[in-house]
């Protein structure tokens, strides 16, 4: 590894709602994203971009549109050495604030809590936890990624080109 470079791109898409075609998209804009991480409303498209980009890692969790799953609403994972919390964020309520969601990525020990629902992009940094919304790849047309470098976590809201 360089000092300083990445050393791991993860790619964050949430709310797809139907869009295969912006998924695409945005997969084969991050080429060096070998993981994916999807946050729920889209989960078909999901696990059909999973079978087309065989190289990528997928992890998934399943959002309030996404019925007949039997995927947790939540996972935790750990990835380039740092603690990731995700979910969709609708059972922690995140349209009304984010203290369920920090407090479930602070007992998960995540240094890095990732979320959708809102289809609002929004990326902050609190007591020691990353917090990372992509919003809407389906309506709004963005999504995220986390790197993970030698120096640290950076984090950016991308719009889809």
Request: hydrophobic share 35%.
């Amino acid at each position: 590894m360089l000092r300083g470079g990445v050393f791991v791109r993860v790619l964050v898409i949430a709310d797809v709602h139907g869009n295969s075609r912006a998924l695409c998209r945005a997969i084969e804009e991050q080429p060096s994203a070998r993981t994916v991480i999807f946050l729920g409303d889209g989960l078909r498209q999901a696990e059909d971009a999973e079978k087309r980009y065989t190289d990528r890692t997928f992890y998934m969790v399943p959002g309030n549109c996404d019925l007949c799953t039997e995927l947790p609403p939540s996972r935790e994972e750990t990835i380039g050495g740092k603690r990731f919390y995700f979910t969709h964020g609708h059972k922690q309520d995140v349209k009304y604030g984010l203290y369920r969601l920090y407090a479930a990525a602070r007992q998960a020990q995540a240094d890095i809590a990732l979320f959708g629902h809102t289809h609002q992009p929004y990326t902050a940094y609190e007591e020691g936890v990353h917090l990372l919304n992509p919003g809407s790849l389906g309506y709004n047309g963005t999504y995220a990624w986390v790197d993970i470098t030698a120096n640290g976590v950076l984090t950016n809201i991308v719009p889809l080109r």
